[in-house]
């Protein structure tokens, strides 16, 4: 809290010199009565200390006692009170004075032992009188120089010492009578300033509360004037109201009387709150008078079951009532009992599940009768039973509550309770229900008085049309009203449309609203035009918006379980239903809440009450532009789709027109090729039998240098084929192929590369078929054990041995055969890429990228698959399957027709 001095408060600076000037006046007037009655009564310690002076010093005392009187006369006047800063240090300068005289006048001088005098002054300054720290300077510097002023009259031989000692410690007390009056000032200031922010905050204290008192008492007769404005033109309402549910009594028109009925329901419930509202109103003020009229407690409790027992059969609810026989007849006020033990009824209604029991009790206990109401509902929580009585509390002040309410009818209870000189206490556990029991004086009625019937009507009975006699009427009509519970009886999970019993031609929408009577009414609005879908809180929305998808979702802001603002959340949150319009309605208008519903993916927002008219055409507006962005969403959705599909034709198109053009080019290469080939093979044969008449010693380089070009050409040769064999694949028809006799064929070719480097487990079983052609096989077995040769030539083996597997097996009509090895692997980024012509990872001279695409359109024409899986640096596996039996051979594929894209896993599919 900021101090006043600081922020230059003047109200506080005028506050505080206000108070200081009259604690000053006041210790200035005992500091002036101590030296009045203390400076003559020194005379007894003159007596024994200087006898010879003691007549002398009588007299002096006797002048400042005098002199002290003037000082104490001068407080008393205005002059004092105006300058009582100037009137403070004389207080202490004139007894001080008197005492440095007679210490002058004494044998000692100076150390005289009256110097404690002064130093008794000097403490008094700082005690008596409130002195600031100049007055403490002033006072004390005048006293230290009145001391040394005792010096002029001479200090006795061998007395210099005490008289140093005297004025060392007048001195030192007089330091610390300067700075103790210092922080004592400063403690003065901040004390005062404490009450004076804590008087400050009382008066704006008392000014709040006389205020709020005064809002409490207007708001009061603002809500009694308004409720008793009100019940006017609404009871102008029920009463056509119900002589046309008289004459719609009979009709087959189901919707007029089901909208009448809902009206005066509604208008019922309303006529209810209005009288709980004026009934606060008066109990608050007063003016409510308690009747004494003799009731027939038995007749009263059937009457009271009598009127819940519908509300309780609509829930599955049981009611079980009991009376005290002893009780007979009482002395009470009828309508308060009626209306507190009907709000304790239908709130156990309210919280009690279906196939709960309520227990409705009376029963006499010493001079007070007990009426008890209690249910196996849901309960209350310890910590909010000390709140329930209180007006307009409720346990759940979310807009996510279940049961709905204001708050009014439990402190009604307790208020109209403790009128009728009684009480009301509530026992509950959460889980567990509750009990309330109320308690008044038991006031047994004379036998002579005649008993009352009960004339408890039932909720929905019809009153007779106003007459003359319209106090009655208006007197059965509000008690009907009682007999209204404050909230509609929620029902169980409404029955949802299920997609077959859609029309199929209307828009679909769903709502969700927690009152039913409201669901009612959307209901009778909205399906002539529209397949309906309805739920009663915001989890049933949320999951029937994401089963059926409609075209549209109105939601309540207020409902059990999540309320309108978490369900559009949670549908916009959700891929499938973030494109559904949502509408919001509510009973709050305020621009918060409708910043909140559009902030959280609302299409449009209602404030209740709203046109019907009004809801229609925002519905129709809002499902006509949902189906308009769904339609131009397929349309953008199909020219992608084309889009796409025209760009692969594209690629594809090029892909074949270029390996067209490589198959032309390649088939002049192998012409050209072939003829000097021969010419060489030929030459090469010459040779080697000139080789034979050569002498033993140049016979052997000569061999070796022939064996170098006899690969070279068998090299040239084996490229030559793989471009023939690609720029023509056709293959011959397929024919069962022994594949373990092709594996071994394979790996005869290739025993000089293999034997004594690497070890081949051949796990392919005997009598294993594929439908397919020998060469070609043995042309795909060698190109992929070739492959897994080079690939262990590049990893050095630590703890492992270089292998090959080859293993083989028949599945679901498939002859399968997998080659795997442990060499060095192949990258993922590459594994997509593996079977594209030319494609190799090979160093230059090392290959052409061709091996692989061909074993790829060979599988692919025989109708089979090839894939692959790969871990660098640890293996690679080959997998490739023709069918079993043979069956109707795939198409040719053209030359040219390029390669079938290959998966994550570089599965290659024909």
């Known amino acids: 809290m900021a101090d006043p001095l600081t922020t230059g408060n003047r109200n506080f600076l005028d506050a505080f010199n206000a108070h200081e000037q009259r604690q000053r006046i006041y210790t200035g007037k005992i500091g002036c009565v101590l030296v009045i009655v203390l400076m003559p009564a020194g005379v007894c310690l003159d007596y024994f200390v200087y006898p010879d002076k003691f007549h002398l010093f009588f007299w002096v005392r006797l002048a400042s006692s005098l002199l002290a009187g003037g000082l104490l006369y001068l407080h008393l006047t205005r002059f004092g ?32 032992p009256y110097y404690a005098g002064l130093n008794l002054i000097v403490l008094a300054a700082s005690v008596v009188v409130r002195y600031n720290t100049l007055e403490s300077i002033l006072a004390v510097g005048g006293i230290l120089l009145m001391y040394l002023a005792t010096w002029l009259s001479g200090i006795p031989p061998g007395l210099f010492s005490m008289v140093v000692n005297n004025l060392y410690f007048l001195f030192l007390t007089g330091i610390i009578v300067v700075v103790g009056n210092h922080f004592f000032t400063q403690l003065r200031i901040q004390e005062f300033s404490l009450r004076y922010q804590l008087d400050q905050n009382r008066r704006e204290l008392e000014e709040s509360n006389r205020k709020l008192i005064e809002l409490d008492k207007l708001k009061s007769r603002f809500f009694a004037n308004v409720s008793h404005e009100m019940r006017t033109p609404l009871t102008l309402l029920i009463s056509p109201l119900e002589n046309l549910i008289q004459r719609f009594e009979n009709s087959a028109d189901l919707n007029a009387r089901e909208l009448l009925d809902t009206m005066r329901n509604n208008s019922m419930r309303l006529l209810k709150l209005i009288n709980d509202l004026l009934d606060l109103v008066r109990v608050e003020s007063g003016r409510m008078d308690i009747k004494s009229d003799p009731l027939n407690v038995g007749d009263f409790f059937k009457g009271l079951s009598s009127a819940i027992r519908q509300v309780a059969a609509d829930k599955n609810i049981r009611v079980e009532t009991r009376v005290d026989e002893t009780l007979g007849t009482l002395l009470t006020d009828r309508d308060k009992l009626e209306k507190i033990l009907l709000n304790l009824l239908f709130n156990a209604l309210k919280f009690t599940p279906s ?94 008085e005649p008993t009352t019937e009960s004339q408890t009507m039932q909720p929905g009975a019809p009153a007779a049309a106003p007459d003359g006699r319209g106090e009655e009427w208006l007197a059965n009509l509000y008690r009907r009203a009682e007999l209204i519970p404050a909230t509609a009886p929620r029902p169980s999970t409404p029955a949802v449309a299920t997609p077959t019993a859609f029309s199929g031609h209307k828009p679909v929408a769903l709502i969700a609203d927690d009152e039913p009577d409201m669901l009612h009414f959307l209901r009778t609005e909205l399906r002539r035009d529209y397949d309906l879908i309805e739920a009663s809180d915001g989890v049933q929305a949320l999951e029937k918006t994401e089963l059926f998808l409609p075209d ?51 299409n449009d927002f209602l404030a209740k009450p709203f046109s019907a008219t009004e809801l229609r055409a925002r519905i129709k507006n809002l499902v006509e532009s949902h189906h308009f962005q769904r339609n131009l969403s397929k349309q953008n959705h199909a020219l992608t789709t084309a889009i796409e599909q025209i760009k692969e034709t594209e690629t594809q198109l090029v892909q074949s027109e270029k390996l067209a053009s490589l198959g032309r080019m390649s088939a002049g290469i192998i012409h050209e090729i072939n003829n000097p080939l021969n010419f060489a093979t030929t030459g090469l044969f010459a040779l080697r039998n000139k080789v034979k008449n050569l002498s033993e010693e140049n016979r052997g380089e000569v061999v070796e240098i022939l064996n170098d070009v006899e690969e070279g050409l068998k090299r040239v040769r084996n490229i030559v084929s793989d471009l023939r064999v ?131 359109r060979i599988v692919r024409s025989y109708g089979g698959h090839i894939n692959v899986r790969s871990e660098p640096g640890r293996f690679c596996e080959f997998t490739v399957d023709f069918p ?27």
Request: proline share 6%; hydrophobic share 40%; net charge negative.
């Open 81 to 112: 009170e105006k300058h009582y800063h100037l009137l403070g240090v004389p207080i202490a300068l004139l007894p001080a004075a008197v005492i440095a005289w007679m210490i002058a006048l004494s044998p000692q001088g100076p150390a005289s």
């Open 726 to 856: 690609f720029t023509h694949p056709e293959t011959g028809p397929p024919e069962p192929v022994d594949v373990l006799e092709t594996v071994n064929a394979s790996l005869r070719f290739l025993s000089s590369e293999w034997k004594n480097r690497v070890r081949i487990e051949n796990g392919i079983p005997a009598g294993q078929v594929a439908q397919t052609n020998r060469n070609k096989l043995v042309h795909i077995l060698v190109n992929l054990l070739q492959n897994s040769l080079d690939a262990m030539s590049t990893k050095k083996f630590e703890g492992e041995e270089p292998t090959i597997w080859i293993e083989g097996r028949v599945e679901d009509g498939k002859s399968i055969i997998v080659v795997r090895d442990n060499g060095a692997g192949i990258e993922g980024k590459n594994l997509a890429k593996i079977f594209d012509p030319f494609f190799t990872t090979k160093e230059v001279g090392e290959g052409m990228g061709l091996g692989l695409s061909i074993c790829h």
């Open 355 to 448: 196939g709960g029991k309520i227990e409705f009790l009376a029963e006499k206990k010493g001079q007070e009768v007990l009426f008890t109401v209690s249910d196996t509902g849901i309960g209350i929580a310890e910590k909010s039973l000390p709140f329930v009585f209180d007006r307009f509390w409720q346990a759940d002040n979310s807009s996510r509550r279940k049961y709905q309410g204001v708050g009014i009818g439990l402190s009604l209870v307790k208020e109209l309770s403790e009128m009728m000189g009684g009480g009301v206490n509530v026992k509950s556990a959460e889980g567990q229900g509750a009990t309330f029991i109320v308690r008044l004086p038991y006031k047994p009625a004379p036998e002579k």
């Open 552 to 602: 549209v979702v109105l939601l309540d802001m207020m409902m059990p379980e999540m309320d309108g603002l978490d369900v559009c959340k949670a549908l916009r949150a959700r891929e499938a239903t973030a494109g559904i319009p949502v509408i919001l309605l509510t009973a709050r208008a305020d621009e918060e809440t409708k910043f909140d519903a559009l902030q959280m993916g609302a």
């Open 884 to 910: 079993e039996k043979a069956r109707k051979r795939a198409a040719e594929s053209e030359p040219g027709v390029p390669a079938v894209p290959v998966s994550e896993t570089g599965t290659a599919r024909a």
